[in-house]
Each structure stands twice: as C-alpha cells, then as structure tokens.
C-alpha cells in the first residue's frame, strides 16, 4: 500500500513546490532588474525597538529606545538579505528579550 502511494505523494509535492519556486524567481527577477522601471526596489521603515529585561524577582521591566530605521525590499518574498517591506509595515514593533 505504502510503496503505491510513494509516487503520488512525491508528484503532489511536486505539483506543489513549482508554482512557488516560479512565484519566488519570477519576483527575484522583479526587484533585480527593477521591472516595472519605475518601482524603488528598496525602502525603509521605521521600527520601533521593545527591550524587554526580566528580572530576578520574576517581573519584566521594559524600555522604549528611539525608533530606527529598518531597510526593506518591496517585493513578495524576502531578497538580498532585507525582509519584504508589506511584512515590516505590519510588523513595526520589536521585542528584544535580555
């Protein structure tokens, strides 16, 4: 029974896994050769950093630091090291546990 099923589930896969490879090349190719012309493939988004100190006594202290600038691309997918800008527009805070 198993062995019947093998090649289904590996052409399911498959089927799968090629639109988002398509999908994640085809926006590669997007931002690297900036297509539309007039589309910014980077931009920046102000993050706003959350210190989050845990102490002895079992209580959490936190800190606010100034808000910083964060680098992001506008496509799809995450691309040359910097996360898509539609995630970190929705994401703008950042907890940092110490």
């Known amino acids: 029974m198993m062995a019947a099923m093998k090649p289904i589930?590996?052409?399911?896969?498959?089927?799968?896994?090629?639109?988002?490879?398509?999908?994640?090349?085809?926006?590669?190719?997007?931002?690297?050769?900036?297509?539309?012309?007039?589309?910014?493939?980077?931009?920046?988004?102000e993050i706003q950093p959350l210190y989050a100190i845990h102490e002895k006594s079992g209580k959490t202290e936190y800190d606010f630091p100034p808000a910083e600038s964060q680098t992001c691309v506008h496509s799809l997918f995450p691309h040359f090291g910097y996360a898509p800008c539609w995630y970190l527009e929705r994401h703008t805070e950042k907890r940092i546990d110490i």
């Open 9 to 45: 589930l590996l052409r399911a896969l498959g089927l799968l896994l090629v639109p988002v490879v398509v999908a994640y090349a085809a926006d590669y190719v997007s931002l690297r050769y900036r297509i539309p012309h007039q589309r910014e493939p980077f931009g920046t988004v």
